[in-house]
């Protein structure tokens, strides 16, 4: 069973809520990335949920298949959830402060799931180029 204190670990994968999406479409670009990385842990941040959610309700009940996986990758132990905490936030206001100077910030979602993974020091499964602009987060991407 996986346990929800990610600082025991010293490699891990966070997934972000594209990577949670194509999971439960069986898509193959995630499905490769974490078939390359089998001994990793799998995290999501909290904000992830907080995403499926809403796209859940936005959608009415469309994406009841993602929420249904990530509901029960959690409850399995397949992922962990981070909350956010005050070391998380504040690299998040580093993190967007530095990126709205240069013009490029990040949605706060987005933002706040990057500086989960640069605080955990874990890489972040993702299909979405926006993190690209996150200087020293380490991706995976397809």
Known sequence: MRTSNPS???????LDTSAI???????????????????????????????????????QNKNE????FLKESINQGLVSVINIDQTIAEEFA??????????????????????TALCRK?????SDDDFKRVKNLKLLTP
């Open 8 to 14: 025991m670990f010293g490699t891990m994968i966070l």
């Open 122 to 126: 874990a890489r972040l499964a993702t």
């Open 65 to 68: 298949a993602v929420s249904r």
């Open 94 to 115: 580093k993190l967007q402060s530095q990126l709205l100077n240069k013009g490029l910030p990040l949605s706060p979602f987005d933002g706040l799931i990057a500086a």
């Open 21 to 59: 999406i194509g999971l439960a479409g069986n898509k193959e670009w995630i499905v490769d990335i974490l078939e390359e990385h089998p001994k990793e842990n799998l995290f999501i941040s909290v904000i992830t949920i907080a995403e499926v959610k809403t796209g859940r309700l936005l959608s």
